[in-house]
């Protein structure tokens, strides 16, 4: 009896397909972008007063990023934040300090560096007016005004105990400072200052002495026709002073326009070789309606 030998052989085959049985959607997804930012300009510099700038910013469409480091005087006015290529822009306000100053701009982790100029330092110039008074032996009191740049401070200080600031010690830009002159019982005049920013107030006070008494001579003269000098005598005490002035355009006043205490004054005249004139040199002093009269 013959036997067989049979030998089976089988074949099994797996298939895998990508996706299949596992659920959800099957539609492929999109690779997520590799992103990078780029900018321009990097950087911005703007003068004192201020303005407004700019950045350009390169990138892939699907790229997002965001703008970080404003500052009080930087203010982020458009795009602030945003996906793919875009703008930013910024105003930068008025520097009112005198030093430059800088700020950066983050545009994702590229750097916008803004500068801003300082303002220029104020140049100062102090003007008095008036620049000084004078004022007789009593109590009084005054003013007057200081003119400067608004932003140029100032004080005043008196360099007399009897000459005293009131108010105004201090300020900026325009200003008014008052004083007070207390009573000189001295027989002496005094003198005192205000200075105000380098600039000299001067006070004169006139000292408590007796009251002056004046004299002139000769009062009159009637020369003849040809031009010549003449002249008279002013006699007071030393502290009392007296000014000369002519009334007619023939007869000058040489010397002895104004004087303190006895003095003398020189006259000059014209020729003369018609009608008769009269002229008057007038000699006062600083009383109400006193004074003389040499003509």
């Known amino acids: 009896m013959c036997k067989r030998s049979l030998s089976l052989s089988v074949l099994i085959a797996v298939v895998f397909v990508a996706g299949a049985g596992c659920g959800g959607d099957d539609s492929p997804t999109e690779p997520t972008p590799v992103c990078s930012i780029a900018i321009t300009p990097g950087n911005l510099s703007f003068g004192s007063q201020g303005g407004t700038g700019s ?17 009080s005087w930087i203010t982020l006015t458009t795009g602030g934040s945003g996906r793919g290529p875009g703008t930013v822009t910024y105003s ?3 520097n009112a300090g005198t030093e430059s100053r800088n700020g950066t701009l983050m545009v994702g982790d590229q750097p916008h560096a803004v500068t801003q100029e300082g303002r220029a330092a104020t140049v100062c110039t102090y003007d008095l007016s008036p620049t000084g008074a004078e004022f007789s032996k009593d109590a009084t009191a005054g003013s007057f ?16 105990a009897w000459l005293t600031v009131s108010s105004g010690h201090q300020g900026s830009g325009h200003g008014t400072v008052a004083y007070s002159v207390a009573q000189n019982a001295d027989t002496s005049d005094r003198t005192g200052t205000i200075t105000v920013a380098g600039r000299t107030f001067t006070v004169r006070q006139f000292g408590d002495y007796p009251a ?9 003269w009637r020369p003849c026709m040809p031009g010549g000098s003449l002249s008279a005598t002013v006699t007071t005490q030393a502290h009392c002073s007296w000014t000369a002035t002519s009334d ?15 003095g003398a004054i020189s006259m000059t005249f014209s020729d ?4 008769p004139r009269t002229g008057i040199v007038m000699v006062r002093w600083p009383t109400p309606t006193a004074g003389a009269r040499a003509g």
């Open 55 to 71: 950045v350009t910013i390169n990138t892939s469409a699907g790229c997002e990023w965001n703008v970080t480091g404003a500052i």
């Open 92 to 94: 930068v306000a008025a």
């Open 145 to 160: 005004t200081v003119s400067a740049q608004i932003d140029c401070t100032w004080t005043a200080a008196s360099n007399a």
């Open 212 to 220: 002056c008494e004046y004299s002139v001579t000769p009062v009159e």
């Open 248 to 262: 007619a355009a023939w007869l000058g006043v040489a010397n002895g326009i104004s004087g303190t205490g006895s």
């Open 272 to 275: 003369n070789y018609d009608a």
